[in-house]
């Protein structure tokens, strides 16, 4: 069975099968064959161990030798035995005590020993936790000692779990825990932390706060429970809490993933204070260079500060923003505000100028449906063909053609013939023969808007050809 050929192996299975005597278990064969590297040999072991459940789940240092496999096969069948078997206190304490000898032996260097130590921990607190509730303490403090992290996290789930209450462990454990290498450990450290009295947690405010913007992940959302149970009793804690940790998340952040934690601690817990946060505070957060805090000052805008406050130029900046959802609430001010954006259509229609392409689509759309001849006055249709955005000023080409009134024609001329683009400057030349000739001081003003046409290189033939045109005309009267 020792030998590394599969060949060799196989035919010391069937020579095995021959020889094994079940009213004789050969408990030596069974550990080679449950820690082999080969399948069918751990399958045989199995077998045999699941049709006399009663005799081997007794056999102590057996069982302990497979919760400490490698294998994760066998860990899963370990456990099934486990599930399964009717021990007594005595029974349930001897193989706790021989697994917790074994993992203490383990060389942190030793192949696989971290994952066979998370196995078997994870095999101990399932099915035998009893057990581990009433050991001696010194046992958790040496699994702690450990050089194998997954033996410390076993020495955590002892301490998390024992019928001790944490403010009677020895001193020193709990700090200890909280300073541990180890995040399991960690983790397990602050639990235990939060689960002291009341009124030692509220005198220990500092800490929990020290918890809430630690350089560790496991323990900031560890305390997250802790500030939860005290904020529903004591709303002063939680409103100091999110007073101190506010501008954590519109530095730089310090630790990975630290911003995400705190915003999940301030709309979480403490998601009761923020209504008292005020509206400059929330305005700086959404101007922030960090994404969750503009999240965060976004989720306290929808909360706190009602659309009517918000000016429309504030209104239009959230729909230039990168958030697709602070651009959608952007576009629903305008839908539910209409009365109000047609009033103030000289700001309005700078929606027409958003940097993203969603939020020009959605303006193109509403202007369209909600704006009619008396609110596209001369002034604001030629505000939207002064955009430097083509799409824009195509937009506002079509609006004077469909809102065009006679009597603004020579308005409209002399405004668009100061546009700087060629398409403008084009668009005026229809406006020429009708609201410029046998007008010597109206072609006065226009004679800069000429020269520009005309100096073109390689560009606006139609256009130079029409100003030519005209200006022949109009000099041979």
Not at 3 to 8: C, E, F, G, I, K
Not at 153 to 174: E, F, K, R, S
Not at 381 to 405: H, P, Y
Request: proline share 5%; glycine share 4%; net charge negative.
């Amino acid at each position: 069975m020792s030998q590394p050929y599969p060949s060799t192996t196989r035919l010391s299975l069937q020579v095995a099968r021959q020889l094994y005597d079940p009213n004789q278990p050969n408990l030596a064969l069974l550990r080679l064959l449950a820690q082999h590297a080969l399948r069918d040999a751990r399958e045989l072991a199995r077998k045999w161990v699941m049709d006399q459940p009663d005799f081997f789940i007794r056999q102590i240092n057996f069982i302990a030798e497979l919760i400490l496999t490698e294998h994760p096969d066998v860990q899963d069948w370990t456990r099934q035995l486990l599930s399964q078997a009717t021990l007594s206190e005595a029974e349930t304490r001897r193989i706790v005590l021989q697994c917790i000898a074994q993992l203490l032996s383990l060389e942190a260097t030793a192949s696989n020993a971290d994952a066979r130590a998370g196995a078997a921990a994870q095999t101990l607190a399932g099915f035998l936790m009893p057990a581990l509730r009433t050991l001696n303490l010194d046992v958790a403090q040496d699994l702690l000692a450990s050089p194998v992290p997954n033996v410390q996290t076993l020495g955590a789930i002892i301490l998390l779990n024992h019928a001790t209450p944490p403010d009677q462990l020895p001193q020193g454990v709990l700090a200890a825990l909280i300073q541990s290498p180890t995040p399991q450990v960690r983790q397990a450290g602050v639990r235990l932390f939060g689960r002291l009295p009341e009124a030692k947690l509220l005198e220990n405010y500092a800490v929990i706060a020290a918890f809430c913007v630690s350089p560790y992940s496991e323990v900031r959302q560890a305390a997250q429970p802790i500030v939860q149970g005290l904020v529903e009793k004591h709303p002063d804690f939680g409103q100091n809490l999110l007073t101190e940790l506010l501008p954590y998340l519109s530095r730089r952040e310090a630790y990975e993933g630290l911003h995400e934690d705190l915003f999940q601690l301030f709309t979480g817990p403490l998601d009761g204070f923020g209504s008292r946060i005020d509206r400059e505070t929330t305005l700086q957060l959404l101007l922030s260079g960090h994404a969750f805090a503009q999240q965060y000052g976004f989720a306290l805008l929808q909360k706190n500060i009602p659309p009517e406050q918000l000016s429309v130029r504030q209104i239009i900046w959230l729909a230039n923003h990168e958030m697709l959802g602070m651009r959608r609430y952007a576009w629903q001010i305008f839908n539910d505000q209409t009365p109000r954006m047609q009033a103030e259509s000289g700001e309005s229609i700078r929606l027409l100028d958003a940097r993203w392409e969603d939020s020009r689509a959605f303006a193109f759309d509403y202007f369209r449906t909600h704006f009619t001849d008396a609110h596209w006055t001369p002034q604001v249709l030629v505000s939207v063909c002064d955009s430097t955005r083509e799409d824009v000023q195509a937009f506002g080409r079509e609006l004077i053609t469909k809102f065009f009134q006679e009597e603004n024609g020579a308005d409209y001329l002399l405004q668009l013939s100061q546009h700087p683009t060629h398409r403008m400057q084009h668009f005026a030349t229809h406006y020429l023969e009708q609201y410029a000739a046998d007008q010597p001081e109206r072609m006065a003003q226009l004679s800069g808007y000429f020269i520009t046409v005309l100096s073109q290189v390689n560009k606006g033939s139609v256009s130079k050809t029409r100003v030519l045109h005209f200006l022949r005309t109009e000099g041979l009267k």
